[in-house]
Nanobody
């Protein structure tokens, strides 16, 4: 089992920055990938950024050049630095971790943190 707890959301004006934090605990040694997703009202949950073990980060086109995903292995923490925020970035942001155990893939989710960008 893996537990994820997000923090760092809030209200910010357009052009501002926020840094989301995801504390990861439990069977972290089984995690193969970490990611951030977001879901705006009336929309499906969408992938924002992902980072695989030993791999380079990948980003949705809508956030490339503005968002940065990173991880602190010593602290078992994943970050999402969000710069030059736009009103369309308003959503609930979820931390995600993927584990593979005996060829079965498990997805773990945090409770979400609200990000609101005012124009």
């Amino acid at each position: 089992q893996v537990q994820l707890v997000e923090s760092g959301g809030g209200l910010v004006q357009a052009g501002g920055s926020l840094r989301l934090r995801c504390a990861v605990s439990g069977s972290t040694f089984r995690i193969k990938a970490r990611a951030w997703y977001r879901q705006a009202p009336g929309n499906q949950r969408e992938l924002v950024a992902t980072i695989l073990n030993g791999g380079d980060p990948n980003y949705a086109d809508s956030v490339k050049g503005r968002f940065t995903i990173s991880r602190d292995n010593a602290q078992n923490t994943v970050y999402l630095q969000m710069d030059n925020l736009k009103p369309e970035d308003t959503a609930v942001y979820y931390c995600n971790a993927v584990s593979v155990i005996r060829d079965i893939t498990y997805n773990y989710w945090g409770q979400g943190t609200q990000v609101t960008v005012s124009s």
